[in-house]
């Protein structure tokens, strides 16, 4: 019902958008976060945002270089992330659930992943 698009390979310092498009349901009144995995660690918040994009949240170790956003007339909500490092190597996870407390600690739904390799 989620699913991400826009991963890929990109150099240190460069700049990646990934999407999260819903189907077969709408999301639109749901909060709606960004998770990452990489490979040995656990899985992390990264973003999140309100139903109405009102509101938004991000890990100390993104904050000012990425930005989530929606577009509820598209079901669709972004990740823009800039000045990419190294570290920010991930499967990074599309995720939603009915509360912003909720979504940026064990949300309900989730995407299938997309990888996000960033070489130095």
């Known amino acids: 019902q989620l699913v991400e698009s826009g991963g890929g390979l990109v150099q240190a310092g460069g700049s990646l958008r990934l999407s999260c498009a819903s189907s077969?349901?709408?999301?639109?009144?749901?909060?709606m976060g960004w998770f990452r995995q990489a490979p040995g660690k656990e899985r992390e918040f990264v973003a999140a945002?309100?139903?109405?994009?009102?509101?938004?949240y991000y890990a100390d170790s993104v904050k000012g270089r990425f930005a989530i956003s929606r577009d509820n007339a598209k079901n669709t909500v972004y990740l823009q992330m800039n000045s990419l490092k190294p570290e920010d190597t991930a499967v990074y996870y599309c995720a939603a659930d009915d509360y912003i407390v909720v979504v940026r600690t064990r949300p309900t739904y989730w995407g299938q992943g997309a990888q996000v390799t960033v070489s130095s």
């Open positions: 945002i309100t139903w109405s994009g009102s509101s938004t």
């Open positions: 077969g349901r709408t999301f639109n009144n749901y909060a």
